[in-house]
């Protein structure tokens, strides 16, 4: 027999318990949180998809590492077991731990960025962008067109243009674009994956021009997956040796090991070239710490070792791609708008869709979002004009491209009882749309607003 129920691949040995609210309670906790869910308490949310950064449920393995790991100052026996799976992974001579992703990119942009330079990417991650802006250079997205539509179906929407990479490095000059980045799978466009012959391709391009790819490889493993899922050649190939041959194209990686390698803190910085190596080591040195543990304990380094091999087993993945993918399949088959299809860690609900009578002035994603808490004690994030929206000379908003609400799925954390929960109270909030009428903006700090924002609701 070949079973269609794809089962939780874990059994479950110690528990954390939720805490239950009502709605009136919820009413309350919102009021004081400004209807803002990042200022509420986490012990205030039944559900939490906030973020998958950083929330994995470690495995007894990792739990065990963590008690055995070693802290010795230098050359701890962690960070040779740490340095070979990365090595093992990425097939990089050069492995350098950071506390998190956005410390490697601060490491890596401040020696190769500046003013006048390019980075090109698929679409930069806010952080990626935000640290190469902080020197001075120009962060570029490149994204297929495709990957701009969110109600189109494709396989590969987190691709880069590659005509669009060749006109870019023509009108910029390739002597100006220290590296191009492939950001795998795509955050920032919906978690699509990018496909291996597009990694190719976007490497050939950049060997004509002696410019270095990187990839942001937080979601490798979801990405190598879905090649395996999806692109021709790849069905019978482990996702192990489908990941490795996508760094094989790579001259240098990103990494927050908060993401695809199933721990609660961590990242790295691989690289090939020996020079940029010494470089981001003696960087390293002065602001994360000595090249054996990077910012990071050796218990750390052990749980990071072991979650690299874990997430490439088959099993873990397919019920985490196949959970994502019933929950987005169950909210389009109750003609809830979402981006399709869906992608590796979260799904997207399209609030122009959901709500076309509230204006990106009235904030349509916000009002998804609090009502999600209202109705079901379930947590997530506005992506769209509260985050991204920008004011004109006259104080009117410049809204973002597109109003998202994302449900972040944390990895090995929620069951499928959870999801089926989850589906019912959003086609509940679907249905009781009417009654959302947006919100207004009552405080705001300068940079980041959304992260502090308050709220009011209107009508
Ligand atoms: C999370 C993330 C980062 C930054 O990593 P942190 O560990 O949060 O600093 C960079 N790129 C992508 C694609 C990410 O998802």
């Known amino acids: 027999m070949k ?21 009136e309670e919820r009413e309350k906790l919102l009021i004081n949180a400004g209807y803002n869910p ?55 001579k050069y492995i350098i731990p950071t506390h998190q992703g956005r410390a490697a990119e601060k490491i890596l942009f401040f ?36 990957g701009k539509h969110p109600e189109k179906r494709a396989n590969f929407k987190g691709n880069m243009d590659v005509e669009k990479l060749k006109d870019f490095i023509k009108e910029k000059g390739a002597e100006n674009i220290p590296l191009c980045m492939l950001t795998i799978t795509n ?12 990694i190719e391709e976007v490497k050939e391009v950049c060997k004509q021009n002696n410019i270095p790819l990187f990839l942001d490889s937080c979601r490798f493993a979801e990405n190598a997956y879905f090649i395996k899922m999806r692109e021709p050649g790849y069905q019978d190939k482990s996702v192990l040796e489908i990941a490795q041959e996508m760094f094989s194209y790579a001259d240098g990686a990103t990494m927050s090991a908060k993401k695809d390698a199933l721990v609660n803190i961590g990242g790295f910085l691989a690289l090939n070239d020996e020079e940029l190596a010494m470089k981001c080591r003696n960087m390293l040195i002065v602001t994360e710490g000595f090249p054996t543990y990077g910012g990071l304990a050796g218990r750390d380094l052990e749980a990071v070792a072991q979650g690299l091999e874990e997430v490439v087993e088959e099993h873990y993945l397919q019920y985490r791609i196949k959970s994502v993918e019933y929950l987005g399949n169950r909210l389009v088959d109750a003609g809830v708008p979402i981006i399709e299809p869906p992608g590796g860690h979260a799904i997207y609900i399209d609030a122009k ?7 990106p002035d009235k904030y ?18 506005e992506i769209g004009s509260v985050m991204f929206g920008k004011y004109d000379k006259n104080r009117k908003l410049i809204p973002a ?10 990895r090995r954390v929620y069951t499928q009882s959870h999801i089926d929960y989850l589906i019912e109270v959003i086609i509940e909030v679907f249905h009781n749309r009417k009654n959302l009428k947006g919100y207004k903006i009552t405080y ?12 009011e609701p209107l009508g």
């Open 353 to 359: 869709r959901f709500l076309p009578d509230v204006p």
């Open 111 to 146: 020696i190769v960025g500046g003013a006048g330079k390019y980075f090109p990417n698929n679409t930069h991650f806010d952080t990626t962008r935000a640290n190469i802006e902080f020197t001075g250079a120009e962060a570029n997205d490149l994204l297929t067109e495709i």
């Open 444 to 455: 705001e700090a300068p940079i980041l607003r959304h992260f502090t924002a308050r709220f």
């Open 364 to 381: 349509p994603g916000q009002s998804i979002v609090c009502e999600l808490y209202l109705e079901g004690g379930i947590r997530s994030v």
């Open 38 to 92: 990042f200022m509420l308490h986490a012990d205030d949310v039944l559900i939490d998809l906030l973020t998958d950064s950083g929330t994995s449920a470690m495995s007894s393995k990792q739990w065990s590492g963590i008690m055995d790991g070693d802290e010795s100052y230098a050359g701890s026996k962690s960070f040779y077991r740490f340095e070979k799976a990365v090595n093992n992974l990425t097939g990089m």
């Open 401 to 410: 491209m597109m109003e998202l609400v994302r449900l972040a799925i944390p």
């Open 3 to 23: 079973p269609k129920t794809i089962i939780e691949p874990f059994k479950i040995k110690s528990v954390e318990p939720i805490r239950f609210t009502t709605r």
């Open 187 to 198: 955050n920032s466009g919906g978690g699509q994956p990018v496909s291996m012959s597009n």
